[in-house]
């Protein structure tokens, strides 16, 4: 059973920067494509951000530029740096999983692991 555990939500000021991390239980990284999505209040969950562990990413338009997502798959764990963050990056940030997917999906409903979620807030 996959397990996904979020980590490194936070409030910050517009500009700024934060790193999340999500660390991945009960499989080996190997053979997982996995992403970073989102979900403000009032709207439907966004992908944000996918990676496969052979590499390989993909971004949304609104990101593009601004975040990186990376992998160390020795520590079994996903990242998103996110830099020049602005007030419409709030939101409940997610990471997830789905095994043995060919291309680089931003549709969440691709994916049947998720974390519990981090929250990242930005002030103007």
């Known amino acids: 059973q996959v397990q996904l555990v979020e980590s490194g939500g936070d409030s910050v000021q517009g500009g700024g920067s934060l790193r999340l991390s999500c660390v991945v239980f009960?499989?080996?990284?190997?053979?997982?494509?996995m992403g970073w999505f989102r979900q403000a209040p009032g709207k439907g969950r966004e992908g944000v951000a996918v990676?496969?562990?052979?590499?390989?990413?993909r971004y949304s338009d609104s990101v593009k530029g601004r975040f990186t997502i990376s992998q160390d798959a020795a520590k079994n764990t996903l990242y998103l740096e996110m830099n020049n963050l602005k007030p419409e990056d709030t939101a409940m940030y997610y990471c997830?999983?789905?095994?043995?997917?060919?291309?680089?999906?931003?549709?969440?409903?691709?994916?049947?692991?998720w974390g519990q979620g981090t929250q990242v807030t930005v002030s103007s």
């Open positions: 997830a999983a789905v095994q043995g997917w060919p291309s680089l999906p931003l549709d969440p409903g691709v994916y049947p692991h």
């Open positions: 009960g499989y080996t990284y190997g053979g997982l494509c």
């Open positions: 990676i496969q562990s052979a590499g390989g990413t």
